[in-house]
């Protein structure tokens, strides 16, 4: 079974890169990660992520497979790029995968629309079942920027949760929040008994929760 932990990756406005790096000091297991610079990224911005993680975005987002530890081949067969995948009109909440119900998806799109009202914080919500998904194609779709965090919904790799988090989201929410919401809603003995459904709607009502929280020392410290 996978980890039941997921590691985060910067998307700097101007660009799109990751780097594999070792993990949060504070998890109980370190994977064997190798790590990269690259001169479009700002030098005070640092990217983690799992080699499970690193596959779930490749196949939302495309991203970082060049950079990690894969080869070229291997990363040009599961970059996906599909925007006839992409709604006609805008959404915040999109799911190619089935697991939400038309009124599932408008109260997610309702809590959504006010957390960017009250905060300007963008979440972003896509459910896929990797390799259907639109891939590269959101970030456009979504004008993803740094103060944008992208959920992305896949239960391919075992833990459903998986968090693509804007830099300047980063700075203001300590990075063991992701590692411990995905632990607790996104495990697949979770997903499993109560539905891929009820992991997203908890995640989002948690990262809505967090998000809204005064940034300080002690922000974010429960899952709720």
């Known amino acids: 079974m996978m980890s039941n932990y997921r590691y ?3 998307i700097p406005s101007s660009s799109l890169c990751a780097s594999l790096t070792s993990p949060i000091p504070s998890l109980p297991l370190k994977p064997k990660t190798q790590s990269c610079r690259l001169s479009s990224f700002p ?3 640092r990217n983690i992520l799992s080699k499970p993680f690193h596959f779930a975005l490749s196949g939302a987002l495309s991203l970082g497979l060049l950079f ?3 080869g070229v ?3 040009a067969k599961v970059g996906v790029n599909k925007p006839e995948l992409l709604p006609k009109e805008f959404s915040t909440v999109i799911d190619v995968a089935g697991f939400l119900s038309d009124g599932q998806e408008k109260r997610l799109a309702q809590e959504i629309a006010a957390l960017e009202a009250d905060t300007g914080y963008k979440l972003r919500v896509l459910a896929q079942n990797y390799p259907d998904t639109p891939g590269l194609a959101v970030k456009d779709f979504w004008q993803v920027d740094d103060r944008t965090v992208v959920f992305v919904a896949d239960p391919t790799f075992g833990n459903i949760l998986n968090f693509n988090v804007g830099a300047t989201v980063d700075l203001d929410i300590p990075r063991s929040f992701w590692s411990r919401l995905a632990g607790k809603y996104g495990n697949i003995f979770y997903w499993k008994e109560q539905g891929e459904d009820a992991s997203i ?3 989002v009502t948690a990262i809505s929760n967090c998000l809204r929280e005064p940034v300080g020392p002690n922000n974010c410290a ?3």
Do not use: Q, R
Request: charged share 20%; net charge negative.
């Open 68 to 70: 990690g530890g894969i």
């Open 201 to 203: 709607e908890a995640a």
């Open 73 to 75: 081949a291997e990363a």
């Open 222 to 224: 429960e899952v709720k």
């Open 43 to 45: 030098t005070s911005s």
């Open 8 to 10: 985060l990756l910067h």
